[in-house]
């Protein structure tokens, strides 16, 4: 599987997640998150009625008025019909967590079966409310006059969408309430994943040499075109610098997180000031972000180009022999060509060293005074790729992040509950485990259309294809997952979508293709056909460069062309039978 950062996760991890994860619609989880976010008691049904809330079709009176339209909804969805969770959140403006936590316990409707998931399906977690009932809610629908495809999904002339319920509603006259009582949550953040961001600084330094290749067949004279490979030079150091940082200090907020967890020396020996103590336990700061600001401000002034302090610094974090395991993984990648934990770090140092000569000097040369080092373009792409492979190379070495602890439980180690405290352990910044709902809403939300077609399109032909193995759903900020297919000798996740609020991408993991048996020509011919979307003219080259152990992403230009989906599924369809179509 491939994670949020874009580098493969052993399988180790999918047990984990199966084994340590509760799935959004687990009856505790539910019941937990009802009392959390449904805001409302139960009156006696003697027609009573309390100033300012609402009243349920049944006689129940809900503090927040948003509920009963929600119950207004349900009474009008007729028979072999449906929507979702996503429609009716939008009706009251919450959201889909929301409303599911709050049905999942309103005795108010006989109509919970009717509502699915954003692609049409009947959410795997639904529980009748009655525990006698065991009925199959698909049977039951179908009896309504709902059908269904071969994939599950309901069928979509059937759907009651957000606007149409809103105009149902308003034709029998019900007013929809102004927003009030519990808001909706806050916007994701918009800052990208650590590892994610750092491919964003890369592709700004490849784009730096792009452009110095343009211009020098132009035969530009007015400047120097080389100082553009320089500045990508510069640019691919500081990214490396940025990302490590950010590597650090998430690792590090995660295992304060987790009490219990052994922690390394140099993070047991982190001191704080006695103000950060003071704000968690007498003024119930969040650990987390309290935690997270202290070390952005003590790593703020450090540099981590030095492949020396590289490891001192991600020895707060982990006990691995950074360099030897490094080696170690880039071996394995490329057997034909082993690189020791010393040659690591001289590459490294030398990279380093010519960033520093070109932001100080302005790159002289040595051993000419007066003249400039000279540079070419292959260099400095050639420095951008090592540096992108060393990098996933170090995630490697470290291991997957511990799983992140859940916002309600004992691992916050806040000072005194209070309801303010609970308000800051909404908007911390924490890992999740995600699933299908949450997957398809994400994409609903953050791609445009054309980009949104094309990555349901792919996602929905995995399950459909005879070698698919399973879907594994991420666990980073964004929703992700990726799907593992039979490849004969073994299974392999072949493809990741990530997506986010900044753009979602589609990873085609060759990388792990290749570590679980894939033949190169197999992939090759992937790459080749893959290679007519736009921005990958190059894929074939750079992966028989690196012995195909990358983990190229297909960017949203090259997902919203008309015929992408197309392209991608015949070459996913040709790759998998193993044989090019006929």
């Known amino acids: ?73 349900l009474e009008r969805l007729e028979p072999g019909h449906w929507t979702t969770y996503g429609d009716l959140a939008a009706l009251v403006g919450m959201s889909p967590q929301s409303v599911g936590g709050f049905m999942a316990e309103s ?39 709902l059908t269904f495809d071969q994939a599950g999904r309901a069928d979509p002339r059937r759907h009651i969408t957000a606007d149409r319920l809103r105009t149902i509603l308003a034709e029998d006259g019900v007013v929809l309430p102004p927003a009030g009582g519990p808001q909706p949550p806050p916007p994701p953040d918009p800052t990208p994943a650590a590892f994610e961001q750092f491919q964003q600084n890369l592709e700004y330094a490849r784009q730096l040499v792009d452009g110095g290749r343009s211009l020098e067949r132009l035969g530009v004279g007015s400047f120097d075109v080389t100082d553009l490979y320089r500045a990508a030079w510069t640019q691919a150091v500081a ?24 922690r390394p020396h140099k993070f047991t020996n982190l001191s704080i000031p006695v103000e950060l103590f003071e704000d968690i336990h007498h003024r119930n700061e ?9 070390l952005e401000r003590h790593f703020a002034f450090m540099t981590f180009q030095n ?23 880039l071996t394995e990648q490329d057997v034909k060509n082993p690189i020791t934990a010393d040659g690591v770090r001289t590459r490294l140092r030398e990279i380093a060293w010519r960033r520093n000569n070109i932001a100080h000097t302005a790159d002289h040369d040595p051993l000419c005074p007066g003249q400039k080092a000279s540079i070419t373009a292959d260099e400095a792409e050639a420095t951008i790729e090592w540096l992108e492979t060393m990098a996933i190379a170090i995630q490697l070495a470290l291991g997957d992040t511990l799983p992140a602890p859940s916002p309600d439980g004992p691992s916050e180690m806040r000072g005194v509950p ?10 911390s910044r924490v890992k999740r485990t995600w699933d299908e709902p949450g997957f398809l809403q994400a994409v609903e939300q953050y791609c445009p259309a054309d980009v949104r077609e094309t990555l349901l399109a792919v996602y929905r032909h995995a399950e459909s294809h005879p070698s698919f193995h399973e879907y594994y759903f991420g666990d980073g900020e964004y929703p992700s997952v990726t799907a593992w297919f039979n490849l004969g000798s073994d299974t392999a996740s072949v493809w990741s979508i990530y997506t986010g609020p900044a753009k979602s991408v589609m990873a085609v993991n060759f990388g792990s293709m290749h570590n679980h048996g894939a033949s190169r020509e197999r992939m090759a011919r992937l790459a080749e056909r893959l290679g007519v979307l736009p921005g990958s003219a190059r894929l074939r080259d750079q992966l028989e460069s690196a012995g195909y152990a990358k983990y190229p992403s297909l960017q949203p230009a090259a997902l ?3 015929d992408s989906r197309e392209v991608i599924i015949s070459a996913l369809n040709e790759f998998l039978t193993g044989e090019p179509p006929h």
Request: net charge positive; charged share 30%; no cysteine.
């Open 307 to 329: 492949p020396d302090k590289i490891k001192e610094g991600f020895a707060h974090v982990s006990t691995v022999n950074l360099w030897v395991r490094v080696a170690e993984v």
């Open 560 to 562: 919203a062309r008309p």
């Open 1 to 73: 599987m491939v994670g949020a950062t874009g580098l493969p996760h052993g399988r180790g991890r999918v047990a984990r997640l199966d084994d340590q994860t509760e799935r959004l619609g687990d009856h505790r989880n539910r019941r937990s998150r009802a009392r959390r976010l449904r805001g409302h008691r139960a009156l006696p049904r003697t027609g009573a009625s309390v100033p300012g809330e609402a009243t349920a079709p049944q006689g129940r009176v809900y503090s927040d008025p948003r509920w009963n339209v929600v119950l207004q909804a």
């Open 107 to 145: 005795a108010d409707t006989d109509h919970a079966h009717r509502v699915l998931q954003s692609g049409g399906r009947i959410s795997p977690q639904f529980r009748w409310l009655d525990p006698e009932r065991t009925d199959d809610p698909r049977e039951v629908l179908e009896k309504e006059g």
């Open 239 to 262: 990214a490396l610098d940025h990302w490590v940082t950010r590597e650090i200090v998430d690792r590090a907020v995660t295992l304060a997180l987790t009490p219990g967890e052994p």
């Open 418 to 427: 209070s309801a303010a405290g609970a308000r800051q352990a909404a908007g």
């Open 286 to 294: 969040d650990l987390g972000k309290a935690f997270r600001a202290h």
